[in-house]
């Protein structure tokens, strides 16, 4: 039997949401609403825009504060909008017609100025979950989506770690990352029976910490 597929981000979120281990890993996601992109871009300065539905980074969209506007994000090019009117009309004009959802922007750590998150996949074996791979994904220089399909690097997890971040514990951060990997497997178990393989993509920002930045169930 082929294992079950979950495409909407919401559903995974809201499941991780769940349990409150995983919380403080969570950036804040709301779904797509000129007021709720409003409210958190005051709030946070950066946002990244994801359809709810999609894989590869396609369709993504950050937006950022500036002086005096906003700066726009996506498929490498960064537009300026100089009122939230105009940024609206920009978003409007880029998006698919699809549901999108807003997430909180994480300043990820980076190797020579390329932004860097990392996959984790793991499958389930004779009921048994077992790590396949744990893995740096560097961002083609220009984009701030490391997704492999648009040109990024696969790096090795610890050294990614230290290159990106030399004054931290790599070996550290890297058992947070499995012992969080296990405790999304339990509740992604409890919530979708028949999952078999899932991909974790985990952000680490400036400071060290780390971010569930999305799920997959079907991890390429």
Same mark, same amino acid.
């Given at each position: 039997?082929?294992?079950?597929?979950?495409?909407?981000?919401?559903?995974?979120?809201?499941?991780?949401?769940?349990?409150?281990?995983?919380?403080?890993?969570?950036?804040?996601?709301?779904?797509?609403?000129?007021?709720?992109?409003?409210?958190?871009?005051?709030?946070?300065?950066?946002?990244?825009?994801?359809?709810?539905?999609?894989?590869?980074?396609?369709?993504?969209?950050?937006?950022?504060?500036?002086?005096?506007?906003?700066?726009?994000?996506?498929?490498?090019?960064?537009?300026?909008?100089?009122?939230?009117?105009?940024?609206?009309?920009?978003?409007? #004009?880029?998006?698919?017609?699809?549901?999108?959802?807003?997430?909180?922007?994480?300043?990820?750590?980076?190797?020579?100025?390329?932004?860097?998150?990392?996959?984790?996949?793991?499958?389930?074996?004779?009921?048994?979950?077992?790590?396949?791979?744990?893995?740096?994904?560097?961002?083609?220089?220009?984009?701030?989506?490391?997704?492999?399909?648009?040109?990024?690097?696969?790096?090795?997890?610890?050294?990614?770690? #230290?290159?990106?971040?030399?004054?931290?514990?790599?070996?550290?951060?890297?058992?947070?990352?499995?012992?969080?990997?296990?405790?999304?497997?339990?509740?992604?178990?409890?919530?979708?029976?028949?999952?078999?393989?899932?991909?974790?993509?985990?952000?680490?920002?400036?400071?060290?910490?780390?971010?569930?930045?999305?799920?997959?169930?079907?991890?390429?």
């Amino acid at each position: 039997m082929a294992a079950r597929q979950l495409a909407s981000k919401w559903l995974k979120t809201e499941a991780l949401l769940s349990d409150p281990q995983i919380i403080p890993y969570i950036p804040v996601t709301k779904a797509f609403t000129a007021d709720t992109l409003m409210s958190m871009v005051a709030e946070h300065g950066m946002v990244v825009i994801k359809p709810v539905v999609g894989t590869g980074g396609n369709g993504v969209i950050r937006v950022q504060t500036a002086d005096k506007g906003y700066l726009v994000s996506h498929k490498g090019q960064t537009m300026f909008a100089a009122s939230f009117s105009q940024l609206i009309q920009m978003i409007t #004009r880029i998006k698919l017609k699809r549901k999108y959802l807003i997430q909180q922007g994480i300043h990820l750590a980076k190797i020579n100025g390329r932004p860097l998150d990392f996959r984790v996949k793991v499958v389930e074996i004779n009921g048994v979950w077992q790590f396949r791979a744990m893995v740096g994904r560097l961002a083609r220089r220009g984009l701030f989506v490391t997704n492999l399909c648009k040109g990024g690097t696969m790096l090795k997890c610890r050294p990614a770690i #230290r290159m990106s971040l030399p004054h931290v514990n790599s070996l550290a951060i890297r058992n947070e990352m499995r012992q969080l990997t296990r405790n999304c497997i339990a509740v992604m178990e409890s919530h979708f029976p028949g999952v078999g393989e899932l991909g974790f993509d985990y952000g680490i920002d400036i400071n060290g910490k780390i971010w569930i930045l999305e799920v997959n169930t079907r991890p390429s």
